[in-house]
């Protein structure tokens, strides 16, 4: 029987979303003719929806769990798909698609939901993100694949916030201080600016770059700054759209940020990277970006509790790996 309906359960967060990329080019491959719909939530559907040949269901579980579980069986239902793929690991994701019809279900033994799949694989915790999803639609597809594709985005740099900037420019995303290990101290982020500007003969502009929520902290650092008579810094965090802060980030000569959203956005749109390793939310190996474009700065860790370990992030190692690959780059004179 063909496969025309594919339907795709995808994580709940951009950087996840934007690690599914190479399992749904696998799909894409495999079954050129099928239709693919993603289930997302509303702001991670925004990275999506630039991308027409994908439609979009908007899972609105966040606002209301019982209407929203209730609202996705009711539109599952009245699409008659030939399959699902579960990139989550969640019992009610496997129960809302049989109660939508679909026989036909893939996805990892978690959760007591085998009896729910058709074709239940067991998870490696040790294996990439990527590979983890990528695994999935490799085993949906006979496992013919042996090629990983890369990560990808659409993104346009003509649309970046950025544009008319002359200068190099160079990105950084902190986080806020309720991301607690993997929030980058402002302070650090500060001094970090001033070491490089103390190298740096060109033309160079420091921008910080995050979501509405990190706006105070990335705004302390330009403060900071201010008072050393550093004028190059400004903060664009919370004043663009999603869609903007991808192009923006594309239109990066080099981003330095923690593990975040910006992080695998910048992976997708082959952007310059420095990523900053301490305590995060999983083992680093399994999540950080792949690709020649990404550099990472460890934690030297020295200090005990899991939320010190970003204070040994230190700024003369993130400068100093800064300036590498700005002059490996040509982009320093």
């Known amino acids: 029987m063909s496969t025309k309906q594919i339907v795709i359960f995808m994580p709940r967060f951009i950087g996840d979303c934007i690690n599914c990329t190479p399992a749904i080019k696998l799909l894409e491959l495999s079954y050129p003719d099928a239709q693919i719909t993603l289930v997302l939530r509303a702001v991670p559907a925004l990275v999506f929806s630039r991308n027409t040949g994908y439609k979009i269901i908007i899972d609105e579980r966040l606002s209301n769990k019982l209407r929203g579980i209730l609202s996705l ?3 599952l239902k009245k699409q008659n798909y030939d399959a699902a793929i579960l990139m989550t690991n969640t019992l009610i994701d496997a129960v809302i698609t049989k109660a939508s019809g679909i026989n036909n279900v893939i996805g990892y033994a978690q959760e007591m939901r085998k009896p729910l799949l058709k074709k239940a694989l067991k998870l490696d915790t040790r294996r990439h993100y990527i590979n983890r999803y990528a695994y999935l639609a490799n085993a949906f597809c006979n496992n013919k694949h042996s090629i990983l594709p890369d990560v990808n985005l659409f993104f346009d740099k003509k649309q970046s916030v950025l544009l008319n900037i002359d ?8 986080v806020n201080k309720a991301k607690l290990s993997r929030h980058y101290p402002t302070g650090h982020c500060a001094k970090t600016i001033e070491l490089i500007n103390q190298k740096v003969k ?4 420091f921008f910080l770059i995050g979501s509405p929520e990190e706006m105070t902290e990335a705004e302390q650092v330009v403060a900071t700054c ?5 004028e190059n810094v400004q903060s664009i965090a919370g004043k663009t759209t999603i869609l903007e ?12 940020t923690v593990d975040s959203g910006p992080l695998h956005i910048a992976a997708a ?3 310059s990277t420095i990523a900053l390793h301490s305590k995060g939310t999983s083992a680093f190996s399994t999540v950080c970006p792949k690709g020649p474009q990404v550099h990472v700065v460890n934690s030297r860790g020295g200090y005990i509790d899991d939320n010190d370990q970003v204070l040994d992030l230190l700024p003369e190692d993130i400068a100093e790996k800064a300036l590498d690959i700005l002059n490996e780059h040509n982009l320093l004179h």
């Open 167 to 174: 200068t190099l420019k160079v990105g950084f995303c902190i």
């Open 245 to 256: 802060l991808i192009d923006t980030i594309a239109d990066l000569d080099l981003l330095i």
């Open 202 to 205: 060109e033309p160079l502009s």
């Open 73 to 75: 069986v009711k539109t």
């Open 269 to 271: 749109t082959k952007t």
């Open 226 to 230: 201010q008072k050393s008579n550093i």
